[in-house]
């Protein structure tokens, strides 16, 4: 059964709306929680594809962009509800509760680290690259730890959720509605990426650095752009993920969290659009399906990415439409 | 007299003990085709590294329509209209033959940082494509993946990537290498056309293509030009059949 | 702070690098020969920390649960090195590391399942329990000791198999050139296989050694894991000299940087929160080595052609 991408691309998408609604109609919150949840390790992950899937970058470190966007707005949050601003020496900020400044906010600051952490990493490759990453993670975990003012080990908690003009974001299906939003939007900007001929520079760069260089292309200044815009986007989805909990912890820093990121990808399907999109459902299922069924769920988890790593490269997208995954 | 449209002076490396290249000048003229041969191991990739930009030299300086881009880095001498054609097809192997040559016109027009419009709905990048291709004869394959092409097909490839750059000189490493009697005799007659778009310096092993093109051949051993000269001079030359031609009777 | 007390820290820092060094050897030399990145190598630790407890436990005899370590993890080693590893030598880095990640879900929860989530205990041996006097006064634990005598005498094991071996000339000509020794002959299957063993077992090891001293639990390989990659990047990918001098480099960096920075910051802040952030910093302190390490030598100190 070889399935056109487009077509499923489009089903996949409509199933994500319809489940919620589904879960609506049958008085089944929880559920919308779970879709909101696999909306947001999508978001997460769809920012991890562009510089993995299609930069080739070997990221195993993300974690660290849906840190920072958890703890920016954790931060800006806490100090809101407890109408104490946040005294930085020479300027001193008001916390806030508006969804946009909080979602924009975590993007910049994501994007800032993005480019340093990029600008000492990018020029490695290999191995080397992997454990920067890796390093970088482990670096701001255990910041994060020791910083008692926002919670150290034990995290921070948010009591209410924030707020979003027009829309009661307590509601679980109006919270849905916005991730989902959020998803569909970076979805149609990385589509548009992939196509204009940055993203055909950027692809072909992986696939053939010296061949770039020999037409005039610079792939490191490629790269540095891909993975700052992917941590920009790996960091909103982090500020939503702080949201969704009501809670911000130092684990959203660890290096399970960075490997699992890439799980999504390569579960749906690397470089492909919808790649992270379906891994994230498969991963919220099985999540809440094996993990239901034996507290050893991971096990299981771990044999399935081992035959998709060993036999079906491609991923599940693969699988349906007969194409192999974009090799990294 | 002219000038040169690609000269190297006293170009020199060194690994460790090994003198890989030693003040190697050659010049590049207006519509030539300028070949370079030599036998294995003598210094020609080497050589080619340099001029490209992905090797430094330790001393030596290579210009480019009389100005010195020895700084510049391999991708910025392509901009300044450098094209290289590599030894081993370098393609993108996933994408299909007209997303390679797209991505020619993408770097020929500084057209990266565009990041709305597909790249493939740009006419622009379309029409210096597919011209390149029909040049080749690639056209009918433009939606073919790169990884399905025949060895050949590979080889019109690369070519054709090189020209979409529109560019002032030609590097061209090995291009007859794997090809048969037929691709090699069409290649031939294709690179003969070339020469008055823009000279070629033509690095090859293929004896029949070099004395069948070349205007201009030198000789390089252990790192050394030992002779410069047309393809007569050279086959009477006794350093070089000694060194090189010899041999291979 | 007394000579004493940092003598006997730069003892620790010693002994935390040479237990590191056990660990960083195995992955370097799975890089260099096989070209593996290997995730799973904290998981042998696991493995051989948790055979040791459960022999010495069933036996009482802490060096048969040490052998026990040793048996289990080279055997387990062999085990994924055929079933698994084999298939992933021509892979992608990301194929590589996802695959060995897999594994560290399957060994970490499958261990939870077999001996669930609370820690077991090893106890030091007997003979080796208590204080031992060092010259200068110092009372130093001689279990301690023994793992630093342990360690050097590891890393000179290794030097020698390495340097005067036979195996040791296949392992340094196929870190050079894989196709090469297979065209030469040179059976490289049972070389991979008893390459990752021999890395595997060096783990399994130092997990049962470092297993008496901190607790035997699920998880306890990954954090050690990391810093066995730090130390060979630092050290350079590859090279065993490498990985001892970036194994030791990196334990005294944490351990003297864990007693000294909190006592740095007792002098600006109070001390309970200097004693958190200066553990916090001390940690981060690794990763500040590496990244200026890497700044200065791109692919480490030893690391081969750049």
């Known amino acids: ?328 | 007299m002219a000038q040169p449209v690609l000269a190297t002076h006293k170009l020199q490396k060194s690994f460790g003990a090994l003198l890989a290249t030693d003040r190697v000048s050659v010049t590049l003229m207006p519509g030539e085709i300028h070949a370079v041969i030599g036998p294995n191991g003598a210094g020609k990739s080497t050589l080619i590294k340099q001029i490209c930009g992905s090797l430094q030299p330790d001393s030596g300086s290579v210009d480019l329509l009389g100005k010195d881009i020895s700084q510049l880095g391999t991708a910025a001498r392509a901009r300044q209209g450098l094209a290289r054609s590599f030894q081993i097809s370098e393609l993108a192997m996933e994408d299909t033959v007209l997303q390679n040559v797209v991505l020619g016109g993408i770097g020929a027009t500084r057209a990266t940082w565009r990041f709305w419009r597909p790249a493939l709905h740009t006419q622009a990048l379309i029409a210096r494509a597919e011209s390149a291709l029909a040049r080749v004869n690639l056209l009918e394959q433009k939606d073919t993946i790169c990884a399905k092409l025949s060895h050949g097909q590979r080889r019109q490839l690369e070519i054709a990537v090189a020209l979409t750059l529109a560019p002032k000189a030609f590097i061209m490493d090995e291009p007859m290498a794997g090809l048969g009697g037929e691709g090699s005799k069409t290649m031939t007659k294709f690179l003969d056309g070339l020469r008055g778009e823009a000279p070629i310096l033509l690095v090859e092993h293929d004896m029949d293509a070099v004395f069948a093109l070349a205007d201009r051949i030198s000789v390089l051993v252990y790192g050394k030009i030992i002779a410069t000269g047309s393809a007569r001079e050279i086959r009477a030359n006794r350093a070089v059949r000694e060194a090189y031609l010899g041999e291979a009777e | ?306």
């Open chain 3, 1 to 306: 702070m007394s000579a004493i007390l940092i003598i006997e820290q730069i003892l620790n820092g010693l002994q935390f690098g040479v237990m590191l060094f056990l660990m960083a050897a195995g992955l370097t030399l799975i890089f260099g020969v096989m070209g593996l990145i290997n995730l799973a190598h904290g998981s042998l630790y696991m493995v051989g920390a948790f055979a040791a407890a459960s022999m010495a436990g069933l036996t009482g005899s802490f060096f048969i649960g040490l052998l026990a370590a040793l048996i289990a993890a080279a055997l387990a080693g062999a085990i994924i090195e055929i079933v698994v590893i084999r298939r992933l030598y021509k892979a992608a880095h990301l194929d590589q590391v996802l695959a060995t990640f897999a594994l560290i879900l399957i060994f970490s929860e499958g261990t939870r399942w077999l001996f669930g989530s609370f820690p077991l205990f090893l106890e030091i041996p007997k003979l080796l329990s208590g204080p031992i006097s060092l010259p200068g006064g110092i009372q130093y634990p001689l279990y301690r000791l023994s793992l630093i005598a342990i360690g050097l005498a590891v890393a000179l094991g290794l030097w020698a198999l390495i340097e005067k071996t036979r195996i040791g000339i296949q392992i340094r000509a196929g870190e050079n050139d894989r196709e090469m020794i297979a065209a030469l002959g040179v059976d490289i299957s049972k070389l991979y296989t008893l390459v990752f063993a021999l890395g595997a077992a060096l783990a399994g090891t130092a997990g049962a050694l470092v297993g008496a001293i901190q607790s035997v639990q699920v998880g306890m390989g990954e954090p050690v894991l990391i810093l066995a990659f730090v130390v060979i990047v630092i050290g350079g990918i590859g090279s065993i000299r490498g990985a001892f001098i970036g194994a030791l480099l990196v334990g005294l960096t944490d351990t003297l940087g864990g007693v000294f920075l909190p006592e740095l910051l007792k002098l600006f802040m109070e001390t309970g929160s200097a004693q958190k952030t200066g553990s916090a910093f001390a940690s981060m302190g690794i990763y500040i080595l590496m990244g200026g390490v890497l700044i200065w030598k791109p692919t480490g100190l030893f690391g081969a052609r750049a």
């Open chain 1, 1 to 328: 059964m070889r399935l056109r991408e487009p077509y499923l691309n489009a089903a996949v998408l409509l199933g994500l709306i319809a489940l919620p609604l589904a879960a609506l109609l049958a008085d089944a919150p929880f559920t919308i929680t779970l879709a909101t949840r696999a909306v947001i390790l999508a978001l997460a992950a769809v920012g991890l594809n562009i510089a993995l899937g299609i930069g080739g970058l070997v990221s195993f470190g993300h974690a660290v962009f849906f840190g920072i966007g958890g703890y920016v707005m954790g931060i800006l949050a806490s100090h809101a509800q407890t109408y104490t601003p946040l005294d930085l020496g020479f300027v001193s900020i008001e916390g806030t509760k508006s969804m946009p400044v909080i979602w924009l906010s975590a993007m910049l600051i994501s994007g800032i680290i993005a480019f340093f952490i990029g600008l000492l990493s990018l020029r490695t490759s290999g191995v080397y690259f992997i454990m920067i990453t890796l390093a970088f993670g482990q670096l701001f975990y255990y910041f994060s730890i020791s910083w008692p003012q926002y919670g150290g080990e034990d995290g921070l908690s948010i009591y209410m959720r924030n707020d979003f003009p027009g829309l009661n974001t307590l509601k679980p299906l109006q919270f849905f509605c916005l991730c989902f939003g959020l998803l569909c939007s970076v979805l149609f900007i990385q589509s548009k990426l992939q196509s204009a001929p940055f993203g055909l520079a950027l692809n072909a760069a992986r696939q053939t650095p010296l061949r770039a260089q020999a037409v005039g292309i610079e792939p490191l200044k490629l790269r540095l752009l891909a993975f700052v815009i992917s941590g920009a986007i790996t960091g909103l989805a982090g500020a939503l993920f702080a949201d969704l909990n009501r809670f911000v912890s130092p684990t959203m820093f660890s290096w399970q969290l960075s490997g699992e990121l890439i799980v999504l990808i390569i579960i749906g399907g690397v470089g492909r659009l919808m790649g992270p999109v379906i891994g994230a459902c498969m991963f919220v299922a099985l999540e809440h399906f094996l993990g239901g069924l034996t507290k050893f769920w991971h096990v299981y988890l771990g044999l399935i990415l081992l035959c998709i790593v060993l036999f079906a490269r491609g991923g599940l997208i693969g699988l349906l439409t007969g194409k192999d995954g974009a090799k990294v």
